[in-house]
């Protein structure tokens, strides 16, 4: 579904990416993991078109047919089903709830497909149908996270980015999002990216997992032979051994 | 080829006593005004690297100044005979004046000083495009009072037949001294807190640098050299009126501090000799060809294009050529 | 006095709406690219000359003219932004400030030198300066339909801004140009929308300037920009509501600083709209209808 191989990504004067190579499947939910500055969300940056990519081959496939990331704008990526949930939510806080998932599904023109999915988030999540006239910036932190995702999802996604969910929210809450990325993945079953710092949680969602250390995977595998991993344990799982 | 600033300073002195014997040797009017005024050029672009460069302002109020400077400066030095008639309305004590130009040139710099204290105590709290159009408006503010004081400055007519009192020794000798001030000024402490505000205003509060009076003294030191500037100028070319220093040079002393990188006292002086000849020469071009503008055209394209390839200028903060001391 | 004063609020009006229509530009353009235009106020200037050709080819009906200087001010915007602005995008507000002065400086001086210095003639046909009397003021037609067509444009602004799905679009990158991208939307095609819808209304503004004043010449727009600038300012940047109010306070008060005072304060007119700015500034820095930018989640 996304294919990776030998990213090199530069911002500025620093080398972000170094021979990067990352690949999910269809139905898979994949979580890469590592410190501040990794680089894991430059990753997710450029796989939604905003940074531009030095070198190595980048691909996504979805709803049958295949895009060249490399040569893709932003637009295009999300019209072929790649979106993202960016870190620290960004909902249009002046705008309304309602007009925030609107901008969601910008690029979708069929007003009865734009109807379903307004009533599939709106199930979802009733908080948001109750708050739709709302400022979004008047909503609680944990409000704006189910407004992004469902922001996201109003793009009806082939396979969705998260780039760190679970920032700045209480435990409680955090519970609660990933419970729905999981329900997400198993009865639609999209294709998920999520960017973590907190590794324990992503490892438990996620069935495989990458390790990114100053812009190169350093380790990748299954999550439940990562979370057994004493260098893992040890690097990212606060396990003192 | 490095140079301390010490022998630079003894080498500029050199080249501009050079620049101003040839000119006397030649004997030719048109060369020494080109030069005198090439001169307080450099004078107001040394002085708007002090205010704007050093601290970080966006000030376009420089010809408000110049505008102030000029007028008491000239009401001072204007000769006895011929006031009554030009400019009946001033008060007594202003209208037996007959001053020399040294304190003329010192009571227009401590005018504008004083204007630029009042006014920036008041504006300087604002930021960026706020300061710069505040400070639009007081070159307006100041071109409206010089309008319309009809009989203490004869209006839009403007003031002619000044003495040109400005020899280019006496221009040459401030413009050398606002150089040294403002050169010992960088490598003071005050200088360096005055870059600090530059940089990050909310870090150098931290150590307790008050911007706002940073920037004050800045604004006001910069505001005194554009007065003396501007009274310098009608005693070189005998003329002036409220239109004298206007939005256009606003817009030019702020091309040449870019240019030269906003803070680099070298690049100022730089900028403001490359900028003051390349106008002077194209101007037979702009006459003969008939197309008047271009001039302009060229100098706001050369900005647009310095500004997309070097954002910080030609030199940045650096001095060029010279040997800088790290400081202890 | 009654009917003086009646008299000099419907002129403050009039120069209100002008002021207001070059303000809601600024408010647009700053809103979507945080960068005030300096070469806002020529657009002025291009919407009285490209009127001043039309007029005098003599070969459109009014409301057609109208709508081709509104064209020629949006293209005109549009490219100025395209050709400008494009590269300074994310260039720090210092340096897109100073870009937008020397594109100001360059668009008066290319005028100039395309159209020399002489201030031109600009006369609306007779059919505008007939004069109405409305119970106890005396007006010209012309005197109506600025204020009518400036509200209407206005109007017609503020719906598009708030219901269509562009304008939607362009007050989302306004807000977040990060998630708006990731929405899906171009932004280039966003700022080119606001540069434009902006141009488009300072063009007309140019055209009415010309009828209302009589005159126009290639450096006529940059004081009335300036000055449609601290309306923005008054009313609160960013906000197109705030740019009418602001715009209609502004004339209003200086058409009665005029009107009011004896006749040898009338010169003082500028210095009076930069000192209200620089009082405006200092008692409410964002404006009546501004939003903090520290609000802005």
Redesign the interface.
């Known amino acids: 579904m996304l294919q990776l191989e030998d990213i090199e990504l530069f911002r500025g004067p620093n080398h972000v990416l170094k021979s990067l190579s990352l690949a999910v499947q269809p139905g898979e939910i994949v979580t890469l993991i590592g410190a501040n500055g990794a680089g894991k969300s430059s990753t997710l940056l450029m796989l939604s078109g905003l940074l531009p990519i030095r070198a190595g081959q980048a691909r996504f496939s979805g709803g049958g047919q295949t895009l060249d990331l490399r040569r893709s704008k932003p637009e295009a990526i999300v019209r072929a089903g790649l979106v993202q949930c960016p870190e620290g939510r960004q909902v249009f806080g002046r705008l309304s709830v309602a007009e925030n998932l609107a901008l969601g599904a910008y690029l979708q023109k069929d007003k009865a497909q734009l109807r379903r999915s307004l009533e599939q988030v709106y199930g979802l999540f009733d908080i948001l149908y109750e708050r739709r006239q709302q400022k979004a910036g008047s909503l609680s932190g944990g409000e704006q996270m189910m407004l992004a995702l469902g922001r996201a999802l109003m793009a009806q996604p082939h396979m969705l980015l998260l780039d760190e969910p679970s920032l700045g929210l209480a435990p409680k809450i955090v519970e609660q999002i990933f419970e729905l990325i999981a329900q997400l993945n198993q009865e639609q079953g999209m294709s998920i990216l999520l960017v973590e710092q907190n590794a324990m949680l992503a490892l438990e969602l996620a069935s495989r997992a990458y390790v990114i250390e100053q812009g190169r995977i350093v380790q990748q595998g299954d999550s439940r032979t990562l979370l057994t991993d004493s260098r893992i344990q040890e690097a990212y799982l606060g396990v003192i051994g | 080829m490095r140079l301390g600033p010490r022998s630079a300073f003894i080498l500029f002195l050199l080249l501009l006593t050079g620049a101003i014997i040839a000119t006397q040797w030649f004997g030719n009017r048109y060369l020494e005004t080109l030069l005198a005024l090439s001169l307080i050029n450099v004078m107001l672009a040394v002085s708007l690297t002090l205010t704007n460069g050093f601290t970080g302002l966006l000030s376009l109020g420089h010809p408000a100044f110049m505008t102030l400077g000029a007028y008491v400066a000239v009401i001072l030095t204007y000769p006895q005979a011929r006031k009554s008639f030009m400019l009946p309305e001033l008060p007594a004590w202003l209208a037996q004046t007959d001053w020399t130009l040294p304190p003329a040139l010192l009571a227009g710099g401590l005018a504008a000083g004083l204007l630029a204290l009042i006014v920036g105590a008041a504006v300087l709290r604002l930021k960026t495009h706020y300061l710069a159009v505040a400070t639009l408006g007081l070159i307006i503010i100041v071109q409206g009072f010089a309008n319309n004081l009809d009989g203490i400055t004869r209006g839009g007519r403007g003031i002619t037949g000044i003495p040109r009192l400005a020899d280019v020794w006496l221009i040459g000798a401030l413009v050398l001294l606002v150089i040294a001030i403002a050169w010992r000024l960088k490598h003071s402490s005050l200088g360096r807190a005055m870059l600090a505000v530059r940089e990050n205003e909310l870090a150098a509060s931290c150590f307790g640098i008050s911007g706002f009076r940073l920037q004050l003294i800045a604004f006001v030191l910069g505001a005194i050299v554009a007065g003396m500037a501007g009274a310098l100028t009608p005693h070189v070319v005998a003329v002036l009126t409220p239109k004298s220093f206007g939005l256009i040079l606003a817009f030019n002393l702020v091309a040449m501090v870019v240019v030269g990188g906003q803070g680099s006292i070298v690049g100022a002086i730089i900028a403001a000799l490359v900028i003051s000849s390349l106008s002077e020469f194209l101007k037979p071009l702009e006459e003969s060809l008939e197309l008047y503008g271009l001039v302009q055209i060229i100098i706001a394209l050369l900005l647009i294009m310095v500004l997309l390839w070097r954002p910080r200028g030609l030199f940045g903060l650096r001095e060029p050529c010279i040997k800088t001391v790290p400081p202890q | 006095m009654t009917q003086y004063l009646l008299q000099q609020i419907v002129n403050g009006l009039t120069l209100g709406s002008l002021y207001a229509l070059v303000a809601i530009g600024f408010s647009l353009i700053y809103g979507i690219v945080r960068l ?1 235009n300096f070469a806002h106020g020529d657009l002025v200037m291009i919407g009285a000359f490209t009127a001043l050709g039309l007029v005098a080819s003599n070969l459109l009906p009014w409301p057609l003219l109208v709508l081709l200087v509104l064209l020629t001010g949006f293209l005109a915007g549009a490219a100025i932004e395209r050709v ?1 602005f494009h ?2 995008r994310n ?5 897109g ?3 937008t ?3 100001s ?2 668009i ?6 395309i159209l020399g ?1 002489q201030p031109r003639n600009f006369v609306f046909p007779a059919l505008f300066r007939e004069r109405l009397d409305i119970g106890p003021v005396n007006v010209a037609v012309i005197d109506l339909v600025i204020p009518v067509v400036a509200l209407l444009l206005a109007g017609l602004v503020l719906l598009f801004v708030l219901r269509s ?1 562009l304008g ?2 362009m ?2 990158v306004s ?2 140009t ?9 932004i280039n095609r966003a700022v080119m929308l606001a540069f434009g819808l902006g141009g488009g209304l300072a063009a007309v503004a140019g055209l009415f300037w010309g009828g209302k004043y009589g005159q126009i010449d290639p450096l006529m727009g ?2 009335p920009g ?1 000055k449609a ?2 309306a923005t ?1 008054i009313g609160g940047v960013g906000s197109i509501p705030g740019a009418l109010l602001g715009g209609y306070i502004l004339g209003l008060a200086e058409v009665l600083f005029v009107g009011l005072l004896p006749s ?1 304060y009338a ?5 009076f ?3 209200l ?2 009082l405006v ?2 008692v409410k ?1 964002n404006g009546l209808l501004g ?1 903090d930018e520290g ?3």
């Open positions: 005030v400008a590269s300074i260039a720090p507000m210092v340096t400030f100073i870009v002065l020397s594109v400086v360059a008066q001086n290319a005028a100039l030198l210095g799905r939607k679009a007050r989302a807000e977040n990060l998630a708006a991208q990731l929405m899906g939307i171009n940059f004081i300036l600038f601290i300012v040898e010169g003082y007119r500028d210095a709209v930069f000192g700015l620089i500034l200092l820095p939003v609000e802005r989640a």
